[in-house]
Structure formats: C-alpha cells, structure tokens
C-alpha cells in the first residue's frame, strides 16, 4: 500500500513543532530561563491551535509560560478567524486535556469542562515522580539525598524529553520539584521524604513553595518524630501569617515516634489550631492511644477550624472519652471550650478501635457536641448489644429533632438478634428514617426477618445485612411480610446461605423497589433453577436496576445461561454477575 503523502499544512507544522522544541530545550541548557521567541506567537491562528496539539508537556508549558501576553486585551495578538483577538485559555486548556489523557487514559474527573489541566497534568506528573522516588529509595543500594536522584527514561519521555535526557536540568527530581511543584494542590508523601538524612529540608521548602495552593496532604507508611511533625506543620503556614490553606490532612498507615503521653507536638496543635479551612482529619491505621485520641479530641473542641470529617479509624483508642462527664449529666465539661470544629463535623469513623460499652456511654456525650453529624460509623468494635442499647437514646433524639443524622454502621459488633430488634423497632417507628444502615457481619440469625421486613417498610434507601445468618427461614420470612412500594435503592443480602429462598425474594423485592439500582447477593448458596427465577423477575420488573451480584454460587453452566442474561444490560454492561469458572471450584466458607 502507498504511503499517505503529507499535507503541506502538516508539514509546516512539524516544522515549525521540531523548531520550537529545539529552540526550547537549546535555550533552557544554555541559559536556564530564555523565553521562547516571539515570532511564534505571530504564526497565523490555525497554525497556531493546530501546533498546540503537536507539542510535547515540556515544550507547550513553556510556550504557555513564555506568552507575552495573558489576556487578550494586554497583547496585540493575531486574529482568530472570526475576527477576535486570540485568547489564550480554551486552545492550552484542551491541548492539556488531550495530553492527560493520553498519558492517564483511566483517570477520571466528574466536571471535566472547569478544570485547569495544565495544573492537573503537572501535578500528577509530580507525584509520579514522587512516588518513584520512594519506591527507588527504598532499595539497598540507594545512599543519599533523594533531590538529587534521577527521574526515570519512562517518565521524561512521556514529558518530551526524548533526545535531551542527559541534560541536568532535567534528570533530577529537585528539577522537577522547583519547575512543577507550584502546580500541585496535594501531594502523598511516603516514609523516605520523612528521614532527615535524605529529605527533611527538601520536603520543608517544597511545602513553603506550595504553601498558597497546597490543599490536600497525605502521609503514608511513615515514621513521624515530633520535631518532623512540628517542621511540616510549620512549613505549611501562608508566608508572613500564621495560617495555612490545607483542607484535607491525612496520616494513613504509620506512626508517631517518641508520643508524649500528655501533649501532642507542639506544631501540630498549633496546625489544627490554625487550619481554618481545615476540612478533614484522617488519622487512619496509626497506632494511635487513648490519650492521644483524647488530646486530640481536647484540640479540637477548642479550634475555630470548620472540621467535616474525622476519621480515627484502626487504632486502639478504647476508653478516649473516659473524662467526660458521667452519663447522668452527659455533656463535655465546660472548661474544654465549645469550639466549632465538631459542631461542625459531619462525618465520624472511629471502626476498628476495640470499642466497648463503657466507650459508647462516653461517645453518647461527645456526640451532643456534634449537632451537624451526618454519618456515624462504629464498625468492627465490640460493642455488644449493650452497646447499641446505650447508643439507641442518641439515635432516637437526634432524628426526632431534625438532625442531619443519615448513616448508621454497625459492622461486626456482636451485636446479636435481641439488640438489633431493639434498634430496628425503634428506628421502624420514627417519622424521619434512615438513608442508610448497615447490620452487616453481625450474627443476628433468621429471628431478625421479622423486625427487618418492618424496617423495610421505613424510607431506607441503603441497606447492608450481608453476613447475618438469615438463611432460608429469614429470606421466606421477608417473602411474605413484603406487601407495600419500597424505597430501596442499594441493598446488600450476601453470605446468608439462603438457598433457593433467596432468589424468591429477589423476585418479590424487585417487583416492590422500582428505585433499585445494586444488588448484592453473592455466597447465598443458591441452586441453578435460581437463575430461571430471576431472569423472569427481571423481565416483569419497571425498576431501574443497573448490577445484581450472583457470584460465588458454584454454579455449572450450562450453554442456554449465555441467552438467558444476554438480554439484560445497562448502559452496555450486563445487569446480571454471574459466577466465573475459576470460582467453581472454590467455595466460600463464612464459617467462623
């Protein structure tokens, strides 16, 4: 087959790309800081735009940077065909774009239109090179500063570097760092950026370099010494005030070193203290105690941070609260301030902390401090039926006053079927119910069918009761008690051995919910004819249901399945999801 022969337009526009992107990198290596030269900016506005989509990162940021002109009132710009002076936004902004996404094909953001992609892009190139950094340190061989390391071939080639690679000014990641980093509005840091014989100053002046647009910060794997914590925390402050701009702060998976069992680092107060956009916590997974968790708690009842989220999930904090007030009186003592950081708060995740009874009477009191709370997840703790019973009250009160309170989980806390009737009854008769529960991993037995079917009844919209030993009586028993509309839209019945039974209430849950988009109904131990069944339930239902789960049934297919869901799609996906073959063979065991 002949080559296609080249436009002439094509050609003139490698030509004038190869031009620009030597000019470019010969300039920078001699001098550092040239600009591009102006005669550029002067080619005709087809060309122009069109030239934009051909140039590398490298060189289309410093064609951008180099503009001499930044509104099109400033400069005495060519015109664009339809007689206007060119603007410089919407070509560079699509030219990103097209850019970010070859380069990250599966990243995704919802408002893709209102997005600056230039900062995007050179920010997700930053923690790229971050996190390589990280990896590369960690290696035996790896002595030194990590400012000093060299950026990997893979990743200057995708910046256009491609031929000039040898070239210091962009081989270091320091390089990268000083050039990019204004760009970036979060960062996730690793523990080799918290060491000081390899980071600690370089890291402080990165963070002072992005003090004014730095957002989101994370920390991960690391090992955090107090006069770390106090010089992050102080490099975070705006130049000449004594605030910072961080909305997201997060500490996952690592520890703090040498904890002062009666004060927090200094510097760290002093950040909470200051965070006035301070719209998230995550100290999640950190060994954190009892008195840290309490001192933390102290902090922020005194702040004037407008906190949302609070997360102090996984760690060992039973008995935090023990110094508030009895439960006669079960308010935070007066001489702790009223701040409007937890006044604020809207969600709370303390899953996963070895929380008892005594724990859930001190939480019921801090709990008054948080009028605005919206989600509450006490997961994976011990709480026990007593528990609940203490929590109840608190349930009662606040969705009977109108309060935001929307999200209720309750994840494997020994709760047996006695407490979670008791807290199904009474949410049942509530005028405002629940948007979302989850009872899930929790041995409630078939007993609990009863109070579920009338819960059912409320206006719950999420429902999580994977894992509760239902079985086939709990599921026959919700078959029949179904009688009204549903306002069901998600609901998770998994690993309940339920049987056929399963499958018949599917098929009367979908004729009642026509909201319903997710079904979660794996491990249920269903028979093959279950499919038949729901198949034909599907077929007669009005909902809108876009995924059911069936996996992890040890069916044995047979060549009719194929036909028989192939009818059932949304959006070109397959509603039903079927057991794979490599599966077959490998039962689920929900067995203690």
């Known amino acids: 087959m002949a080559r296609k022969v080249p436009s002439l337009i094509s050609l003139v526009i490698e030509t004038i790309k190869r031009e620009v992107v030597h000019d470019i990198y010969k300039k920078t290596a001699a001098a550092g800081d040239d600009d591009v030269r102006p005669d550029i900016y002067d080619i005709p506005s087809h060309l122009f735009n069109r030239l934009l989509t051909k140039l590398p990162p490298l060189a289309l940021h410093k064609l951008e940077t180099d503009m001499p ?4 009132n400033d400069y005495e710009a060519p015109l664009n065909d339809d007689g206007r002076k060119r603007g410089r936004n919407g070509n560079f902004d ?33 923690q790229n090179c971050l996190d390589e950094a990280a990896e590369l340190a960690l290696l035996p061989s790896f002595d030194g500063c990590i400012g000093e390391m060299n950026v990997s071939d893979c990743i ?111 510097g760290f107060v002093s950040f909470i203290s200051s965070g006035r956009s301070l719209c998230s916590l995550k100290l999640h997974d950190n060994h954190l105690d ?3 968790a309490w001192m933390l708690f102290s902090v922020l009842l005194d702040a004037s941070c407008s906190l949302s989220i609070l997360d102090l999930s996984d760690n060992n904090i039973a008995g935090w609260l023990c110094n508030l007030n009895g439960k006669s009186k ?11 950081s937890l006044q604020s708060l809207r969600v709370l995740n303390i899953r996963g902390n070895d929380l008892h009874k005594g724990d859930v009477e001190s939480l019921r009191c801090a709990l008054v401090s948080m009028p605005n709370l919206e989600i509450l997840d006490i997961s994976d703790n011990p709480i026990e039926d007593d528990g609940i019973r203490c929590l109840i009250p608190y349930i009662i009160e606040a969705l009977d006053r109108c309060s935001p309170l929307a999200e209720l989980y309750l994840e494997n806390c020994e709760l047996s079927c006695s407490g979670a009737t008791e807290l199904l009854d009474s949410l049942s008769n509530l005028k405002r119910p629940l948007n979302s529960l989850s009872l899930a991993d929790n041995g409630l037995g078939s007993e609990v069918a009863g109070p579920l079917q009338k819960f059912l009844g409320t206006a719950i919209k999420t429902l999580n009761v994977g894992g509760v030993g239902l079985g086939s009586l709990g599921f026959q028993e919700l078959e029949k008690g179904l009688m009204t509309e549903l306002k069901l839209v998600d609901i998770n019945i998994s690993k309940n051995r339920g049987g056929f039974e399963t499958a018949r209430f599917l098929a009367k ?43 992890g049934n040890n069916w044995d297919y047979q060549p009719n399945h194929a036909s028989m869901v192939a009818e059932f799609h949304h959006n070109g996906r397959p509603i039903l999801i079927l057991p794979s073959y490599l599966a077959v063979d490998v039962p689920y065991d929900d067995d203690p």
């Open 94 to 126: 699509s030219a990103w774009k097209a850019l970010f996404k070859l380069r990250w094909p599966d990243r995704f953001y919802p408002s893709e239109t209102q997005l600056d992609w230039r900062r995007i892009y050179w920010q997700t190139h930053l």
């Open 509 to 551: 849950l979908m004729s009642l919910a026509p909201n319903i988009i997710t079904i979660n109904t794996a491990y249920n131990i269903m028979p093959l004819e279950s499919l038949t069944v729901i198949c034909s339930a599907l077929k007669l239902s009005k909902g809108s249901l876009e995924r059911l789960d069936l996996t």
């Open 69 to 72: 002109f930044k509104d099109c």
């Open 290 to 292: 009892r008195n840290f």
């Open 156 to 266: 200057l080639k995708c910046i256009g570097c491609e031929g000039h690679v040898n070239h210091p000014n962009y081989s270091k990641l320091s390089y990268h760092c000083q050039q990019f980093g204004h760009y970036a509005s979060c960062l996730r840091l690793q523990n080799v950026f918290c060491v000081a014989e390899t980071c600690v100053d370089g890291l402080c002046k990165l963070l002072i370099q992005n003090s004014e647009t730095l957002t989101s910060l994370e920390f991960i794997y690391c090992k955090l010494s107090p006069t770390f914590v106090s010089a992050i925390c102080g490099s975070l402050n705006v130049v000449n005030t004594h605030t910072h701009g961080i909305q997201h702060f997060s500490i996952n998976t690592s520890s703090f070193l040498e904890i002062n069992p009666v004060s927090l680092p200094p």
């Open 330 to 340: 079960c308010k935070v003592p007066l001489s702790l301030g009223i701040g409007k």
